[in-house]
């Protein structure tokens, strides 16, 4: 069964510091997402993409925020300069069925800001 | 978008049935009803969409009243590895976005 799948597992980052998380949505989908779950919290949203542009982004997304589908199978979201509340558990979603339809998430990326 | 309140959490026994509802008073005419399920340390994943009355597939059962002020997601037969949090979502067909509330924590007992 297709499946989107994140790199890495875990990172870990000193604050300040770039990070680029990415994400391989499934094959034909075509509508892209990011979310973030900061421990014990909901999950919330940050981001959609789409026909190479964003979609809709949330309060989160702030300039230090920029997602990018660079080929045919990536999809990353860089951090520019992280901030100790950056870490949290990012979700990468992809959906074939656009807004409404079913989304299907990654496993995640821990990041961990010191 | 509507709000949606759900039990924090609730406990079960194995092999019982686990009705969870969800209350959404304020579900607009456009609003579906989704359930995601989220294991620990793993990102969401979708049960079951539904708009009215009931829909079925493998996995759950969805209930709607006529009035689609709440709904209930019903797992039949629960085992230990139905262990999660399991939300509950109301939003517009066109909107972009998924909005997760707290959910509820469904533990499954031997």
């Known amino acids: ?114 | 978008l509507a709000k949606t309140t759900q039990p924090i959490s609730m406990d079960s026994y194995e092999g019982q049935e686990v009705n969870i509802t969800c209350s959404h008073n304020n579900i607009a005419t456009n609003d579906y009803i989704t359930w995601y399920q989220q294991f620990p340390s793993q990102g969401p994943r979708f049960i079951i969409q539904g708009y009215k009355t009931k829909v079925t597939n493998e996995v759950a059962s969805l209930f709607i009243p006529a009035d689609r002020k709440s709904s209930t997601l019903s797992l039949p037969r629960v085992s230990l590895s139905d262990t999660a949090v399991y939300y509950c979502l109301v939003g517009q067909t066109g909107a972009n976005n998924l909005f997760f509330g707290t959910g509820t924590r469904l533990t499954v007992i031997p």
Request: aromatic residues 14%.
């Open chain 1, 1 to 114: 069964e297709p499946e989107v799948t994140q790199t890495p597992s875990h990172q870990v980052t000193q604050m300040g510091q770039e990070v680029i998380l990415r994400c391989v949505p499934i094959s034909n989908h075509l509508y892209f997402y990011w979310y973030r779950q900061i421990l014990g919290q909901k999950v919330e949203f940050l981001v959609s993409f789409y026909n190479n542009e964003i979609s809709e982004k949330s309060e989160i997304f702030d300039d230090q925020f920029s997602v990018e589908r660079p080929d045919g199978s990536n999809f990353t979201l860089k951090i520019r300069s992280t901030k100790l509340e950056d870490s949290a558990m990012y979700f990468c979603a992809s959906s074939d069925s656009g807004p409404g339809g079913e989304q299907f998430f990654g496993p995640g990326t821990r990041l961990t800001v010191l």
